[in-house]
């Protein structure tokens, strides 16, 4: 069967979603909702490096909503715009179209949600007969599914720690994620909202929680921190200029704690260059995640990660967007409702060794 796809977003990672949505054997591309009204009316595979596909973008959302389709793909930003996120999440879902996106971390354990926002989209799920599944590369593959697959390993377990360990080189990011969002160039006095620890605990808190309710423990609080490290010199960075003493790199943790001690914790290191912070935990060769389990025995495995051009920043957004796409068959056919990675089959890449 073929499923018909809105794609929505073409940042960084929308634009490897909707690369993979055209290549996908089991997915058609129905239509394109973009921000910028200078991309409206381009084709879709202009808007992602590939041949020209008959689908023109629009930024009329409404219309979008209105066509013959069975999903969504949403990659569209939610940064200063959650609350508006949500209500599109909801009129996609009322109007019979399933979702599958990575711009909503705080749902990928729908249980950690807060409780107004998920009885908001479960009553659109209802409304429409629909499911929402959010997913990710982390939060979301390697940090709420490959660590659970990887306990089946063992014996006893002590503690589980996922690391992103990332260098955001000069132009593999936005500028509203390397200065607004990380806060590179900022006072090191500056709590950027990236390490916010409201938002911390909302983005992450509910993969710590997952993987602790999936190892059959419940996890008394969850603890976050973070550390900053300042430019040791000036120097160039996407145009502009991080001072020396500024933000140059940050350290952020995710502790889920239980009897007096961390069971499961997320952690991640990015670095505006690779000699920032050098006693930090760093890739053994190029960015990557992490897995460290203890236990009897113990397992640590990286996982490094390239686009097909060599790019490291990209390579992790394709990882990002391809889970989302390859799950819509399975969100299409799942019952009602907002789902967990644990409500689906195994996301695999089927049909698309050739």
Not at 153 to 158: E, G, K
């Amino acid at each position: 069967m073929t499923y018909r796809v809105v794609h929505y977003g073409t940042g960084f990672t929308g634009t490897q979603a909707l690369r993979g949505i055209i290549d996908h054997p089991e997915l058609e591309l129905v239509g394109l909702v973009v921000h910028d009204p200078a991309k409206a009316g381009r084709d879709a595979g202009e808007l992602c490096g590939s041949s020209p596909v008959g689908v023109a973008a629009t930024t009329d959302l409404d219309g979008a909503i209105a066509m013959d389709a069975d999903a969504f793909c949403y990659e569209a930003s939610t940064h200063g715009r959650l609350k508006v996120a949500i209500e599109e999440l909801c009129a996609i879902l009322r109007s019979g179209k399933n979702v599958s996106t990575t711009s909503v971390g705080a749902l990928i354990h729908p249980g950690s949600a807060r409780p107004d926002v998920l009885a908001r989209l479960n009553d659109a799920c209802a409304a429409g007969g629909t499911s929402l599944l959010s997913t990710g590369i982390d939060p979301g593959f390697f940090s709420d599914y490959l660590p659970v697959v990887l306990s089946g390993c063992f014996r006893r377990i002590d503690c589980v720690r996922i690391y992103e360990l990332v260098t955001y080189a000069e132009g593999g990011q936005s500028d509203e994620v390397a200065f607004d969002v990380v806060g590179f160039g900022s006072s090191i006095d500056s709590v950027p909202p990236l390490v916010d620890p409201a938002g911390l605990r909302a983005n992450w808190g509910g993969v710590v929680t997952g993987i602790a309710e999936q190892l059959g423990v419940e996890l008394d609080e969850i603890a976050v921190s973070h550390r900053l490290a300042p430019a040791h010199e000036t120097f160039a960075y996407q145009g502009r200029r991080i001072e020396a003493g500024t933000i140059a790199g940050m350290r952020f943790e995710i502790a889920g704690r239980h009897a007096g001690a961390t069971r499961v914790a997320v952690e991640h290191v990015t670095r505006a260059r690779h000699d920032v912070a050098p006693d930090w935990p760093r890739p053994l060769a190029k960015d990557a995640y992490r897995i460290v389990i203890d236990g009897a025995p113990r397992l640590e495995c990286e996982f490094a990660f390239e686009s097909e051009d060599g790019g490291h920043l990209e390579g992790g957004f394709a990882i990002t967007a391809m889970r989302a796409v390859n799950a819509i068959p399975h969100v299409c056919r799942a019952a009602p409702g907002v789902l967990s990675v644990y409500d689906l089959p195994v996301v695999t890449g089927r049909g698309l060794l050739r």
